[in-house]
C-alpha cells in the first residue's frame, strides 16, 4: 500500500495503550475491587465496571464509592497504582496486536502511543510486551492521577510535526474521542476496553468490535 491509497488520506495512527493495545480490563477491576474491600464499600463486576470508568480518573472513583471527605483522592489513586503494577504482568496484549501493528507498520502508516500511563511506565510496559519497536513515538503522562492526556497529545503534534489531516485517534474510550476532538483529527473506538460498546455508540458511530476490525477498516 502505498501512502496516496491510505485510509482517507491518513498516515499516522495515534494508539492508545490501555484497554486498546493492552488487555488490563479484568486487573483493574482486580485492583479496585481490593480497595473497595477493605474500606467496606461495595465491589465492582464488570458490567459496573465499563459503566462509570472515565476521564478524570477522580470521577470514577466518586462513582465507585470512594468519599473524597473522608480521604483524598491521591491515597486509593496511589494504592490503586501499586496495585495494578503488581498485577500488569498477567495482563496480555489484545489477540492479534502484534498482528496488527505489524500489518499497519508494512503498510506504511506511522504508529505512534498516547497514553494515561506515566511515561517510564508506558515506556517499560510497551517494552515487556515486546512492541515497543512499532512505535515512532512513545506519550505518556507526567503522574500517576491520568487527569488527561490531552496536552500530552498537544505536545506531541508539536514535536513530530503531525498534521491533523492525516491523524487518526485509535483509543476505548470517550476520552480517546475527546483527545481526538482536540486535536482535530478523526477517531475509531474500539469497544472491548474500559467503558461499553453502549456508552461509545451513544456518541460516535466511529466504533469497532475488536483490534482486528481496526485493521480491517484501515486496510481495505
Not at 42 to 53: G, Q, S, W
Not at 98 to 125: I, P
Amino acid at each position: 500500500m502505498t501512502k496516496r491509497e491510505h485510509y482517507n488520506g491518513i498516515n499516522t495512527i495515534i494508539w492508545d495503550w490501555n484497554g486498546t493495545l493492552l488487555d488490563d480490563v479484568d486487573i483493574c477491576i482486580e485492583s479496585i475491587n481490593t480497595l473497595l474491600q477493605a474500606r467496606g464499600l461495595p465491589l465492582l463486576d464488570k458490567k459496573r465496571y465499563l459503566e462509570i470508568f472515565t476521564f478524570p480518573v477522580k470521577e470514577y472513583y466518586r462513582k465507585a464509592g470512594f468519599d473524597f471527605s473522608v480521604e483524598p483522592f491521591e491515597t486509593p489513586a496511589s494504592e490503586f497504582m501499586s496495585l495494578y503494577y503488581n498485577f500488569l504482568p498477567e495482563a496480555d496484549l489484545f489477540p492479534c496486536a502484534g498482528e496488527v501493528l505489524q500489518q499497519l507498520k508494512d503498510a506504511g502508516y506511522r504508529l505512534v502511543v498516547v497514553s494515561a500511563m506515566e511515561h517510564d511506565s508506558l515506556v517499560q510496559s510497551l517494552k515487556d510486551k515486546r512492541i515497543y519497536h512499532y512505535f515512532q513515538g512513545v506519550y505518556g503522562i507526567n503522574d500517576i492521577y491520568a487527569h488527561s492526556k490531552t496536552e500530552v497529545a498537544r505536545a506531541m503534534f508539536a514535536e513530530l510535526g503531525l498534521q491533523s489531516s492525516q491523524c487518526l485517534m485509535a483509543g476505548d474510550t470517550l476520552h480517546d474521542l475527546e483527545v481526538a476532538e482536540a486535536l482535530g483529527v478523526r477517531h475509531l473506538l474500539v469497544a472491548s476496553g474500559h467503558q461499553s460498546a453502549g456508552r461509545l455508540t451513544a456518541r460516535t458511530a466511529n466504533v469497532v468490535r475488536s483490534l482486528k476490525d481496526v485493521a480491517t477498516k484501515l486496510l481495505n
